[in-house]
């Protein structure tokens, strides 16, 4: 049957390309972002247009073979490729349209965010979104999608309008509010659990004016600059954001503020803390911090990444990331983590299927390097501080940001949680889109 595949694939008159084994590009297509993932499929299918991906779910569907989907290959955790089975590669639909007088856009499946800041960049729009522009625009919305934008104008699904869906039957369904709007609920935080997005439709907002900065501080210094850093993210204006990343060698501190608050007495300089060396740099504009991180974080290194919510940011939690970053076994290892709040707490915590509305911080034990000779030392850190900080943390979280599997269940809660089966159960009862962080259909 694995073998057979192929030759299905390839007879159901698809408009982009089956690549397999023997196909000159099939380890370049098979890579993902992720280096320590190393993973062959049957066959990578090209998807050019809706009618493929139809007939590519379809098939999967039939023949019970792993179905991965890609948009950016970001996923840490792999779940955009698989062993012996179908990878749906969503790269071919990435046309992105704004329509300024609407001030929406229409975003193709497989499009980058890096696609959408740039083309609302001409207009003076933006749509919240993440921070490394190389990420697929799908993978993060379906999580959640949250970034430097969130507290002005909430998370990625806050802005999302509606979208083309192909669920598991090889149905496609426009679905938003009014039309199936107990799907709309669930694709809004619950990964890929209900089918492929080939076209989203989000509203974009005014950026405005844009003040960035950002400082170094000595690592001997983090517990007092964090302390100093929560005081001040305390009472924020939601145009201001501030994120730090804490290393072995420094700790740097990042505040974004735009609209009407930049220049004004609530401005980034409230992060000038004692002992920071602040960046020479001032001219940048937001789609350039977008790209930023983009260098540093590139395709084909490795990386582990677990993530969860905080409440607050008290002594205790600062104290363990002090902690752990001097017991960093190797260079490449940090605590991220960005300040949330203002509107994403507009919603209620029921308004979608994304968890954790309330937390006013996010964290992300995470790492990168070159060797895998390093992975086991790297990871084992990796989970070690997240596990400590976890014991701090709020109990749901953000299914995007998790290199490990298996973490649905406590993410969205027990009342969430069952709702989401009971839906996987309608839309997916064969569990055919089970190549994420799995939500376990329930039996109708």
Request: glycine share 12%.
């Amino acid at each position: 049957m694995v073998h057979a595949v192929v030759g299905v694939l390839s007879g159901a008159r698809l408009d982009g390309r089956v690549v397999d084994a023997s196909h000159p590009d099939y380890d370049r297509l098979r890579r993902v972002y992720n280096a320590v993932i190393e993973r062959r499929p049957e066959a990578i299918v090209q998807a050019a247009t809706a009618s493929d991906v139809q007939k590519i779910v379809r098939i999967a569907a039939d023949t019970g073979l792993p179905l991965a989907v890609r948009c950016g290959g970001h996923s840490f955790a792999g779940l955009g490729t698989c062993d012996d089975g179908i990878v749906c590669d969503l790269s071919q639909l990435n046309a992105v349209v704004v329509d300024p007088r609407t001030k929406t856009v229409d975003v193709g499946g497989g499009a980058l965010l890096g696609d959408v800041d740039a083309a609302g960049e001409r207009y003076g729009l933006v749509t919240p979104a993440g921070v490394v522009s190389h990420t697929g625009v799908g993978g993060l919305t379906l999580g959640g999608g949250m970034g430097y934008l969130s507290r002005r104008f909430g998370l990625t699904i806050d802005s999302l309008i509606e979208v083309e869906l192909i669920t598991a039957d090889g149905r496609r369904s426009r679905v938003d509010a009014d039309l199936e709007p107990e799907l709309f609920w669930a694709i809004r935080g619950g990964g890929g659990n209900f089918g492929v997005v080939t076209r989203f439709k989000f509203r974009m907002h005014e950026l405005g004016p844009v003040s960035i900065r950002r400082w170094t501080h000595p690592s001997a210094a983090t517990a007092e600059t964090l302390a100093r850093y929560r005081d001040a993210a305390a009472n924020a204006p939601r145009e201001l954001t501030a994120a730090f990343i804490a290393s072995k060698d420094e700790l740097l501190v990042r505040a974004i503020s735009t609209g009407s608050m930049v220049g004004g007495d609530s401005g980034v300089e409230r992060f000038a803390f004692p002992r920071g060396v602040q960046d020479p740099r001032m001219d940048m504009t937001f789609v350039e911090l977008q790209r930023a991180s983009d260098e540093l974080l590139p395709w084909g290194r490795r990386y582990y990444s677990k993530g969860g919510f905080l409440a607050d940011m008290d002594d205790r939690v600062i104290d363990v990331i002090a902690n752990s970053l001097e017991e960093m076994p190797i260079p490449g290892l940090e605590v991220y983590c960005l300040q949330l709040g203002g509107a994403v707490c507009d919603l209620d915590e029921d308004a979608t299927a994304y968890s954790g509305r309330a937390g006013a911080f996010y964290w992300i034990s995470q790492g990168v390097w070159d060797s895998p000779d390093d992975d086991e030392l790297a990871i084992a850190w990796c989970r070690r501080t997240a596990r400590r900080l976890g014991d701090l943390s709020m109990t749901t979280n953000y299914v995007n940001e998790q290199a490990d599997t298996g973490i649905a269940q406590s993410a969205y809660g027990r009342s969430k949680y069952a709702r989401l089966a009971q839906l996987k159960g309608r839309y997916d009862p064969m569990n055919v889109f089970r190549l994420n962080q799995n939500i376990e259909p329930m039996p109708a």
